[in-house]
Structures are given as structure tokens and as C-alpha cells.
């Protein structure tokens, strides 16, 4: 269920409006540090669990469904790609399911 990554999106929105790097450089690089994580938030239970995925960058912060798993784009330290997250079983893969260079920024799947 998608309502459950709402604060996937929200830590995401946090990080793009924060001050930059460049108005103070002895600050952290808010777009290329990894500082987001992926998490599952159950807004009914009121739960929140941090999945198994490498911390990202804003420039890999992309949450999209692809059939019945959530899709995570990631800008990892070691692993750039796509992470994927099943919530009805709870599994996450450990691995990026497709590796990317440069930026996993956006992922659409357009039903058939």
C-alpha cells in the first residue's frame, strides 16, 4: 500500500528544501550526501520500520508501484539503482534489482 511510504516522501521533500550546500561550505551538501533512507510507515498501527535499504541522495529519491512491489530509486555509496519492496510479504531485495550509472532519479511503469 502506498499510504504506507508517505514518509518516504516527506523525508524526501524535507532534504530538497533545505538550505545548500553552497550558502555556508562548512555545512553538509544537502544533494549529494546520502541523508535519506526508505521507510514503511502504517499509518493505522501508527508503526514505522526502516527497510533494508542503502541511504540515498536526493538525487536518487524516487518512490514508484511496479505491479504489486514499490519500486526505490537509490544513489548509494556502493550500490546505484533500483531496490524493490514487497508489502504484503515484507521483502526488500537485498541488492539493486537494476544497477544505473549516474542518477536513478525517476521510474514509471505504464500498465498494460
Request: net charge neutral; glycine share 6%; aromatic share 14%.
Amino acid at each position: 500500500n502506498l499510504n504506507k511510504l508517505l514518509i518516504r516522501i516527506l523525508l524526501h521533500l524535507q532534504v530538497e528544501f533545505s538550505p545548500s550546500y553552497w550558502a555556508n561550505p562548512t555545512s553538509p551538501n544537502w544533494f549529494t550526501d546520502k541523508s535519506l533512507i526508505s521507510v514503511e510507515m502504517d499509518i493505522y498501527n501508527k508503526t514505522v520500520k526502516k527497510l533494508p535499504i542503502p541511504m540515498t541522495s536526493s538525487f536518487g529519491g524516487a518512490v514508484e508501484k511496479y505491479k504489486n512491489l514499490i519500486v526505490f530509486a537509490i544513489n548509494g555509496r556502493n550500490d546505484v539503482g533500483f531496490y524493490t519492496h514487497n508489502p504484503a510479504t515484507g521483502e526488500t531485495s537485498s541488492d539493486a534489482v537494476v544497477k544505473v550509472d549516474g542518477a536513478p532519479a525517476y521510474f514509471h511503469w505504464f500498465e498494460n
